[in-house]
């Protein structure tokens, strides 16, 4: 017996055998490589874009270039019309220094040193503000909307000076004593909470060294007033107190050549700025009266003018026989008697042998024993 299979076509039994397997992993797709006519189309766009806004870039470069050029030619021409101002300041001041007037103001090279700092302080601001003006237009001119950052601005300046008022009032402060020249280096001063001479002065702080050798570091927006001892002149006075039976003409006489050979002699007739004068009777006591001397010198010396002053009066005065006596005093207290009782000691319930303590405390005698 013969069987007969039927024919089945290849097409046929692949889709009866279920699906093909994929491609495996390490299969990768045919690349697709750009044709010239892709790369003619993409350059043809880049020219055209570039083409469309080349003049936007060329006219936002220009505008930056002109700000940038106006901000540095302004900035130029301002800082050196303030240098000027400060030269013509300074020739000025040397052009009194050997005046009359020059001699009641501060020295030629402290006038130099204020202007140089006045210059500083001004070139410095005038730079803040122009060139902080055209980084806005040139940020401006990119279309930054600046008014979050003008808005942080003012936020964070608020809160910085609330934070730090006190130092914004010891610059503010600093500065005004710079321009109004209250005081400078070498200057004696009294700033209320120290006083000194100023061996630096800042917008911040001043420096000053007090009579025993320490340095005082005040803050400017602490010193609520300021006395200067070193600027136009100082007084040196000197009181003289002599007896009330000393002959007065004798002593004024003796007094006045003291101050006319004091006047002549160096380096005293630079110290003195007038001749020394007797004033006359200052105070007139029950044993004594003070004769007051006066004159005015150089700033900062009247303290060395007054002690060789006083030298040359003890002096003088030991040779005319002239006592000079210090001022009235209180008389002295009188001792108080001393009490003679004070080394007795107080009475005693024991003195008496026959108190009841003295009984009471003696020892019991010795009694014999009966057999």
């Keep these: 017996m013969h069987l007969e299979v039927p024919a089945v076509s290849l097409p046929a039994a692949l889709p009866a055998a279920g699906?093909?397997?994929?491609?495996?992993?390490?299969?990768?797709?045919?690349?697709?490589?750009?044709?010239?006519?892709?790369?003619?189309?993409?350059?043809?766009?880049?020219?055209?874009?570039v083409e469309q806004n080349w003049s936007t870039w060329l006219a936002i470069g220009l505008k930056i270039l002109?700000?940038?050029?106006?901000?540095?030619?302004?900035?130029?021409?301002?800082?050196?019309?303030?240098?000027?101002?400060?030269?013509?300041?300074?020739?000025?001041?040397?052009?009194?220094?050997?005046?009359?007037?020059?001699?009641?103001?501060?020295?030629a090279e402290?006038?130099?040193?204020?202007?140089?700092?006045?210059?500083?302080?001004?070139?410095?601001?005038?730079?803040?503000?122009?060139?902080?003006?055209?980084?806005?237009?040139?940020?401006?001119?990119?279309?930054?909307?600046?008014?979050?950052?003008?808005?942080?601005?003012?936020?964070?300046?608020?809160?910085?000076?609330?934070?730090?008022r006190n130092l914004v009032t010891d610059f503010l402060s600093g500065v005004f004593m710079i321009l109004e020249?209250?005081?400078?280096?070498?200057?004696?001063?009294?700033?209320?909470?120290?006083?000194?001479?100023?061996?630096?002065?800042?917008?911040?702080?001043t420096k000053l060294r007090g009579a025993n050798g320490e340095i005082w570091y005040v803050r400017n927006g602490e010193i609520k007033r300021i006395g200067?001892?070193?600027?136009?002149?100082?007084?040196?006075?000197?009181?003289?107190?002599?007896?009330?039976?000393?002959?007065?003409?004798?002593?004024?006489?003796?007094?006045?050549?003291?101050?006319?050979?004091?006047?002549?002699?160096?380096p005293w007739n630079e110290l003195l700025w007038s001749p020394i004068e007797v004033l006359g009777l200052d105070s007139v006591l029950i044993d004594s009266m003070v004769v007051r001397v006066t004159a005015k010198t150089m700033p900062g010396k009247s303290v060395t003018v007054e002690r060789e002053l006083r030298w040359r009066v003890k002096r003088a005065f030991d040779a005319a026989g002239i006592r000079i006596v210090?001022?009235?005093?209180?008389?002295?207290?009188?001792?108080?008697?001393?009490d003679p009782t004070a080394g007795i000691s107080a009475p005693s319930a024991f003195a008496s042998t026959t108190s009841p303590q003295s009984l009471a405390a003696s020892p019991i005698p010795p009694q014999s024993l009966s057999k």
Aim: no cysteine.
């Design 19 to 49: 699906p093909s397997p994929s491609p495996s992993p390490s299969e990768s797709p045919a690349l697709t490589v750009p044709t010239f006519q892709d790369a003619h189309e993409t350059a043809t766009n880049a020219a055209s874009w």
């Design 66 to 107: 002109l700000i940038l050029v106006i901000a540095a030619v302004l900035r130029g021409v301002v800082r050196r019309a303030i240098t000027k101002v400060i030269d013509r300041m300074a020739r000025t001041a040397q052009a009194v220094d050997g005046t009359a007037l020059g001699g009641l103001l501060v020295n």
């Design 110 to 164: 402290r006038r130099r040193q204020r202007s140089q700092a006045i210059g500083s302080v001004l070139r410095s601001v005038t730079s803040f503000l122009i060139m902080g003006t055209a980084a806005l237009m040139v940020l401006s001119t990119f279309e930054i909307n600046l008014a979050p950052l003008l808005a942080s601005a003012g936020v964070a300046g608020v809160a910085i000076g609330f934070g730090a």
């Design 181 to 205: 020249d209250q005081y400078g280096v070498g200057d004696s001063i009294d700033a209320g909470v120290a006083a000194g001479e100023v061996i630096e002065v800042g917008l911040r702080v």
């Design 228 to 266: 200067n001892l070193s600027q136009g002149w100082a007084t040196a006075g000197v009181d003289v107190t002599v007896r009330t039976d000393e002959d007065l003409d004798k002593v004024k006489a003796t007094l006045d050549e003291v101050a006319e050979r004091m006047s002549k002699e160096e």
């Design 326 to 338: 210090g001022d009235a005093t209180a008389p002295a207290e009188e001792a108080p008697a001393a």
